[in-house]
């Protein structure tokens, strides 16, 4: 697994993608009364037992590797998607690069299962991350759910392409989700240094 170092190195440049943000964000505060699933509203991101298990897990670095690859794939499936449904050329291209980007989705949530095994003890809904995951399991069955209407014929090209759409919208959202307490997280760790802005677009990525 890779340093904590070089995980900050890859948050700093990716600071917004689903399970790469999990590897490397370390205290978040919650609003009073928040509970179920995560946190409590002063406690850490990571337990220090938690943290040394995240630097010592190998699948951090499979992590910090497929999440970045996995937006920049998203991003060029959405190009086609959104090409075919302006022009109606391409169908075969969108195709494709979506089935790509459900394969890459399969296996960041797979490995990230195993990750947050490895560092939390449990393979879903881990303390800190329960409402992350639960939006996680929808994003993966739209995915899932445009494979098999794909596979089975059950909708023509437009309807493929709007279903389509409407996965990468709830990863878009899943994404968010992460990287707002991972912003709130390190803005825990720094909280002498100024808040920073909002992202700006290059940063938007998950």
């Excluded at 609003?31 to 190998?58: I, K, M, N, Q």
């Excluded at 992590?63 to 190009?79: D, I, K, M, N």
């Excluded at 391409?90 to 394969?103: D, E, F, H, P, R």
């Amino acid at each position: 697994m890779m340093s904590s170092g070089i995980v900050d190195r890859v948050i700093s440049l990716v600071d917004c993608c689903p399970w790469q943000a999990t590897t490397g964000s370390r205290t978040v505060h919650h609003a009073p009364g928040f509970s179920v699933g995560g946190p409590s509203a002063t406690g850490p991101l990571y337990t220090p037992a938690e943290r040394r298990r995240r630097d010592a897990s190998p699948w951090t670095r499979v992590q910090g590797v497929l999440a970045p690859l996995q937006f920049a794939v998203f991003l060029v499936s959405l190009y086609f998607v959104l090409r075919y449904l302006d022009t109606g050329s391409g169908y075969a291209l969108a195709t494709g690069s979506i089935v790509v980007k459900t394969l890459v989705l399969y296996t960041i949530m797979v490995t990230g299962s195993i990750w947050e095994k490895d560092v939390f003890g449990c393979y879903l809904f881990a303390r800190p991350f329960f409402w992350e995951d639960v939006f996680s399991i929808l994003v993966l069955a739209l995915h899932t759910a445009y494979l098999l209407a794909l596979v089975a014929g059950l909708l023509g090209a437009q309807h493929l392409m709007v279903l389509a759409l409407a996965a990468y919208a709830a990863y878009v959202v899943n994404a968010a989700q992460f990287v707002l307490k991972l912003r709130a997280a390190r803005r825990g760790e720094r909280p002498d240094e100024p808040q920073a802005g909002p992202p700006g677009a290059a940063r938007i990525a998950s």
